[in-house]
Structures are given as structure tokens and as C-alpha cells.
């Protein structure tokens, strides 16, 4: 029984896994249009929803509501007005979220207020962060492409091949507390998939888009974001077993809901920015 149970939920976490690859792509294709920053709303849409159905603050009409559509309006601010706009409009976000509580004095308390802010700010912003990596690169646009799958691959390859190597060889468990099924090996594992994952890549983008890549700086990197992707599922793991959860949604059978997929990348896509912006990988 319990073999089947395994390879039900291996078949189903490969039949989703496909569905996200062919919706990637997709995404990918027409990366230079609104598609993006649609994609990125719906994501941050539906982890933004995860976080309140899990905390029971959904059952606040008022402030999910303003929690939701600030996760859909951070994607749509144009790189070029970020800068100036942020800001005054995280202001007005306060605003409103201290007068929902005035309203709802009964029934929301201070800390619900701070929760709200953090996951209504800092996801959207994190997921927003390929927008501008989009932008950065217009003229040349086979780098942000790069650095896009450079950002989810460290994350995702790490995360499957953890999974492969604890499931086979995993013996060592490494914080059973919060994550009881992840080991030392699957972690080990995670980080020389990461790290072949990265030099396959790189070797792909430099010869058929003939830019030089400095591996140096590439083997450098690749094992601190597969060790952030492993921070990124750690937290969202103990997020769960505080709210008493298993998943944070069913929308991805075998994975669970949008937060499953892409916790390990709360912490890569920033981690990135900023390697972009000074330690870049591309001569």
C-alpha cells in the first residue's frame, strides 16, 4: 500500500511538473509582453490567498481584500516608476490596513495587521523581481532569459534532486522538527544538481548565444541559492506546522499549492537580483 501510495504520488508530481514546464515555456515565448507580468500576478495572487486561508485571516473580508489586491497591482508598476512609486503606495497600503483595523477593532489585532503587510509586500515584490530582470536586459534579452531559468533552476533542480537522493540514499535526517523527510544526503544531493544544473545551462546560453560566462563565479553562486532555496522550503515548511497544515493549496496534484512550488524561490529571485546587479555572471 504504501508503494502505491508512492508511485501515485510520484506520477502526479511528474504530470504536474510537465504542465508547469509547458506553461513556462509559454511564458517564456512571449516573456517580453504583459503575459509576464500577468503570470506573476496570478502567482502572487494565489500564494498571497494560500498564506491568508492558512493564517484564517481570509475570514477577514476587508483585509484580504486588500492584501489581494495589492499582490496583483505590485506587478503591474512599470521598472522605470518603481523607484518613485513604491514607496508613497506602500504608505497608502499602511493606511489602509491601520483604517480596516480601526473598522474591524473587534476582531483584528495589531500582529494580523504586520502579517498582512509582510506577505502582501514582500511576495508580490520577490516575484516581481523577474519583471525587472526582464526589463534590465530589453536589448538584450537571451541574458534575462538566462538569469530567469538560472533562478528557477537553482531552486527547482535543487529541490528534485534533494527529493531523488533522500528518497534513495537519504539515511541522515537534517532538521526533522520542521521537516522531518528531509537528510544531509538529499540536501548534498540538491546542491551538486544545482551546481551540474548551472554549468549545463551555462554552457548552452554561451554557445549558441556566444556571450562569455565567468564559471568561476557561476560554481561560486549556485550552491549559496540552492542553500536559500533549502531556507525558502524550510520556512514555508514551518509555516505549515504552525498553521497545522499539510499544503498550502491543491492546485498542483502531487506538489500541493502555488507556495509548494515556489517557496524555495522566495529566497533565490532576490539573491539573484542582487548578484546581477554586483557580481554579475556574464562578461
Not at 35 to 53: G, H, K, R
Not at 115 to 131: D, E, Q, R
Not at 132 to 156: E, M, Q
Amino acid at each position: 500500500m504504501f508503494l502505491l501510495r508512492n508511485n501515485v504520488n510520484m506520477k502526479q508530481r511528474l504530470i504536474s511538473a510537465g504542465v508547469g514546464i509547458c506553461i513556462l515555456v509559454i511564458v517564456l515565448i512571449f516573456y517580453k509582453t504583459i503575459l509576464l507580468n500577468i503570470s506573476i500576478a496570478a502567482i502572487s495572487f494565489m500564494a498571497v490567498y494560500e498564506l491568508l486561508v492558512a493564517t484564517k485571516y481570509i475570514r477577514n473580508k476587508l483585509l484580504a481584500g486588500a492584501c489581494l489586491s495589492f499582490s496583483i497591482l505590485i506587478s503591474f508598476i512599470k521598472t522605470s516608476l518603481i523607484h518613485r512609486f513604491l514607496v508613497p503606495i506602500c504608505i497608502i497600503f499602511i493606511f489602509l490596513l491601520f483604517i480596516i483595523m480601526i473598522v474591524e477593532y473587534k476582531i483584528i489585532h495589531i500582529e494580523q495587521i504586520g502579517f498582512a503587510f509582510l506577505i502582501s509586500v514582500v511576495i508580490p515584490f520577490t516575484f516581481s523581481l523577474i519583471i525587472y530582470i526582464r526589463d534590465n536586459f530589453v536589448k538584450i534579452p537571451h541574458i534575462s532569459i538566462f538569469y530567469i531559468l538560472l533562478i528557477l533552476g537553482s531552486a527547482w533542480i535543487s529541490d528534485t534532486g534533494a527529493y531523488f537522493t533522500g528518497t534513495f540514499l537519504g539515511k541522515t535526517k537534517f532538521v526533522p522538527e520542521i521537516s522531518p523527510k528531509k537528510t544531509i544526503e538529499g540536501v548534498i544531493g540538491g546542491i551538486i544538481s544545482s551546481i551540474v544544473f548551472g554549468i549545463i545551462l551555462g554552457l548552452i546560453f554561451s554557445v549558441i548565444f556566444k556571450f562569455k560566462i565567468n564559471y568561476f563565479k557561476l560554481l561560486f553562486t549556485m550552491p549559496i541559492a540552492s542553500m536559500l532555496g533549502i531556507l525558502g522550503d524550510l520556512s514555508a515548511s514551518l509555516i505549515k506546522r504552525q498553521c497545522l497544515i499539510k499544503d498550502f493549496g491543491m492546485i498542483m496534484p502531487g506538489h500541493g499549492g502555488i507556495l509548494d512550488r515556489f517557496d524555495s524561490t522566495l529566497f533565490t529571485i532576490p539573491f539573484y537580483y542582487l548578484v546581477i546587479i554586483f557580481f554579475p555572471l556574464i562578461k
